[in-house]
C-alpha cells in the first residue's frame, strides 16, 4: 500500500494518524513512513521513540520522482504531508494509491477542506486515487459526527466506519511507540479492504463542483 495522509489545513492529526497506520502496517509487511513535512514531526517522533520502522525526512516538491527508488523492497509506504504546500502534496499523491483525510468533525474544519478536495481533482486524471476520509477528534456522545458524514457524504467522498476519539492517549503519544494502535486499527483495516476507483468512478467525485 502506498498511502499518502493529507489535509492542507493544520491541526487535523496528520502525523499522528500517518505514525499509527505506518505502525501497523509494518507489522505486516516492511514498511517506509516518509516525513514530507518541513516541520519534521513524524522524523522527531522516530527519533525520540525509536519506531520499528525507518522514517525519512523528504520535503521536497518532487517526491513522487524520488520515491521509486527510495521505496524499493518496500512493501508499504506512508507518506506524512505538510498543511499549506499544495506543491509538496501534489507530489506525494502523484506517488500514492491511497489519499487518506483526517479531518476534525467541526464546521471551521469542513470549511476548509475545499482547497484539499481542489488539489485531489487537480491530481486525478494524472493518478487516480482512492479516496477515503477519517474522522478524528471526535468527541463522543456529540452530534457533530453525524453532521460531518452528511456533509461529507454530499460531497461524494467516502468515510471510513472508525473513528478516531478526542482522547488524552493520542493527544500525549508523541516520542512513544505506538504499541497499542487504538482505533486505528480498525481504520487500518477498513483501508485494507477498501477497493480502489478507477478513472472516472466515485472516490473524487465530489470534487470539482
Given at each position: 500500500?502506498?498511502?499518502a495522509?493529507?489535509?492542507?489545513?493544520?491541526?487535523?492529526?496528520k502525523?499522528?494518524t500517518a505514525v499509527?497506520?505506518a505502525?501497523?502496517l509494518?507489522?505486516?509487511?516492511?514498511?517506509?513512513?516518509?516525513?514530507?513535512d518541513?516541520?519534521g514531526?513524524?522524523?522527531?517522533w522516530?527519533?525520540?521513540?525509536?519506531?520499528?520502522?525507518?522514517?525519512?525526512?523528504?520535503?521536497?516538491?518532487?517526491?513522487?520522482?524520488?520515491?521509486?527508488?527510495?521505496a524499493d523492497g518496500y512493501a508499504?509506504l506512508?507518506?506524512d504531508?505538510?498543511?499549506?504546500?499544495p506543491a509538496i502534496?501534489?507530489?506525494?499523491?502523484?506517488a500514492?494509491?491511497?489519499?487518506?483525510?483526517?479531518?476534525?468533525p467541526?464546521?471551521?474544519?469542513?470549511?476548509?477542506l475545499r482547497?484539499?478536495?481542489e488539489?485531489l481533482?487537480?491530481?486525478?486524471p494524472?493518478?487516480?486515487?482512492?479516496?477515503q476520509?477519517l474522522?478524528t477528534?471526535?468527541r463522543r456522545g456529540t452530534?457533530?459526527?453525524k453532521?460531518a458524514?452528511?456533509?461529507l457524504?454530499e460531497?461524494?467522498?467516502?468515510v471510513?466506519?472508525?473513528?478516531?476519539?478526542?482522547r488524552?492517549?493520542?493527544?500525549t503519544a508523541?516520542?512513544?511507540?505506538?504499541?497499542?494502535?487504538?482505533?486505528?486499527e480498525?481504520?487500518l483495516e477498513?483501508?485494507?479492504v477498501?477497493?480502489?476507483?478507477?478513472?472516472?468512478?466515485a472516490?473524487t467525485q465530489?470534487v470539482?463542483?
Open positions: 500500500m502506498r498511502l495522509v493529507v489535509n492542507l489545513k493544520g491541526g487535523t492529526g502525523t499522528t499509527h497506520l505502525a501497523g509494518a507489522r505486516l509487511g516492511k514498511t517506509l513512513l516518509v516525513d514530507a518541513p516541520q514531526s513524524a522524523l522527531s522516530s527519533e525520540q521513540a525509536g519506531l520499528a520502522f525507518p522514517v525519512v525526512a523528504l520535503p521536497v516538491r518532487d517526491l513522487h520522482k524520488r520515491l521509486p527508488q527510495l508499504h506512508v507518506l504531508t505538510p498543511p499549506g504546500d502534496v501534489r507530489s506525494a499523491l502523484l500514492s494509491e491511497v489519499a487518506l483525510l483526517p479531518i476534525p467541526s464546521l471551521m474544519d469542513l470549511d476548509r482547497p484539499t478536495l488539489l481533482a487537480e491530481v486525478e494524472l493518478n487516480p486515487l482512492g479516496v476520509v474522522l477528534r471526535v452530534k457533530s459526527a453532521a458524514r452528511e456533509v457524504a460531497l461524494g467522498l467516502a471510513l466506519e472508525a473513528e478516531i476519539p478526542l488524552e492517549g493520542y493527544a508523541f516520542g512513544l511507540v505506538p504499541e497499542d494502535l487504538g482505533e486505528y480498525a481504520a477498513e483501508l485494507l477498501k477497493p480502489q476507483p478507477q478513472p472516472g468512478s472516490g465530489g470539482r463542483g
